[in-house]
């Protein structure tokens, strides 16, 4: 996954890198995948913050104004990170996040329940698995933007900050509003592909988006990716994420005040707005009880399709046996807990290792409790 992109390190020398990273590496730089001599070297620089216990859920459930005087829209200033999941960034653009985008995990989890209602569990299982992927261990900082380069480090400097839009864990392959990684741009607002978005909402949902518009566009999305793409992978992790990121939309964009047939209806503005401008609508009340995301499987089951990837070109998919899917969702975790952590971090010490307990026990809260039994890659 990730690691094949960190790769690159493999042909920089020691001397260059100690040179560069001293002046260079942000706090929010994501440590996965580097050697012992880089983490040596990078660690200790770095102001060690202790793992951060996991913040209560919220008391109040209910829909209520949140794009009010507390929380006004703001457009992100040069420097300010913004990725390719538009929920997070409207958090960001409105304060519920701190709005340069780098953030600790309880305030990703605060946020997400402040501003959208999310479920609790859903929130913690979803912020730990991007946190252990993309974000700082040893700073317990996140960035919601893309890789950053080093600037002054090597000719060309590599990409090693990492952010949310790193390819093919959370962002992926086959997004509604993004396009491929192999195309050049996984995080930037693609109109193209948001016309593709109102296009099908018209025709399968009388302009509105909602789950039935989101099983269409999902299986076109894979269909036109296996045809275009000869990198396309659809593996867990990202094989779940997709269909999560198709039924968002319908859970969280909408006003909770709607009812009846208007509830789960997503209109063509009010979708620009979270999409394109990161910013609630003008009155916007977030969604009405807690969302925990039941919408991926009623998406899946329009057009089921098994875990798989290009191979040798376009047009190939091939099924892959050992990824999780939706009928073994406790693979998902085990397979990210001791393939997908275990192998951006093999020999983890000290601090790093201390951290990287912590925080996979704090993923593994996020399960619903005893439908899993939690593995331990690093030990007790």
């Not at 009405?288 to 998919?317: K, L, T, W």
Request: aromatic share 12%; net charge negative.
């Amino acid at each position: 996954m990730r690691i094949v992109t960190l790769a690159l390190y493999s042909v920089l020398t020691i001397l260059h890198f100690n040179a560069a990273v001293s002046l260079v590496f942000p706090s929010y730089g994501s440590l996965a995948g580097l050697s012992t001599e880089q983490l040596n070297h990078i660690i200790p620089r770095l102001e060690y913050q202790p793992p951060q216990m996991p913040p209560p859920p919220q008391n109040d459930t209910s829909a209520r104004l949140v794009n009010d005087a507390a929380h006004p829209w703001m457009p992100a200033r040069p420097g300010d990170q913004r990725g390719p999941c538009p929920g997070l960034n409207t958090l960001a653009s409105h304060g519920y996040l701190p709005r340069n985008g780098i953030a600790t995990p309880a305030q990703i989890i605060n946020a997400v329940q402040e501003g959208f209602n999310m479920d609790y569990t859903v929130a913690n299982f979803i912020t730990y698995a991007a946190f252990l992927v993309d974000g700082n261990l040893i700073t317990n900082k996140l960035s919601i933007g893309g890789r950053t380069s080093l600037t002054g480090a090597f000719p060309p400097a590599p990409a090693i900050a990492g952010g949310l839009d790193t390819h093919a864990v959370f962002e992926g392959d086959a997004s509604m509003t993004r396009g491929d990684f192999f195309f050049g741009n996984n995080h930037d607002f693609n109109e193209t592909l948001f016309q593709q978005f109102v296009d099908y909402s018209n025709k399968f949902g009388a302009g509105k988006y909602n789950l039935t518009v989101a099983g269409e566009l999902r299986w076109k999305r894979i269909q036109d990716s296996i045809a275009t793409n000869p990198t396309f992978s659809f593996v867990s992790p990202r094989y779940f994420t997709a269909y999560a990121e198709s039924s968002f939309p319908v859970q969280f964009f909408v006003d909770g005040r709607k009812t009846g047939a208007d509830a789960g209806q997503l209109d063509m503005v009010t979708a620009r707005s979270f999409f394109q401008q990161s910013r609630f609508p003008d009155g916007f009340f977030r969604a009405n009880d807690s969302g925990s995301g039941d919408g991926d499987e009623i998406v899946f089951a329009a057009h089921p399709i098994q875990p798989g990837r290009n191979v040798g070109g376009v047009n190939n998919y091939v099924v892959d046996p050992t990824s999780a899917d939706f009928s073994d969702e406790c693979l998902l975790y085990v397979n990210f807990a001791n393939q997908t952590v275990r192998g951006l971090y093999p020999s983890p010490t000290g601090d790093l290792l201390t951290s990287l307990k912590a925080n996979l026990h704090f993923f593994y809260n996020g399960i619903t409790p005893g439908s899993c039994q939690e593995v331990l890659p690093y030990g007790e």
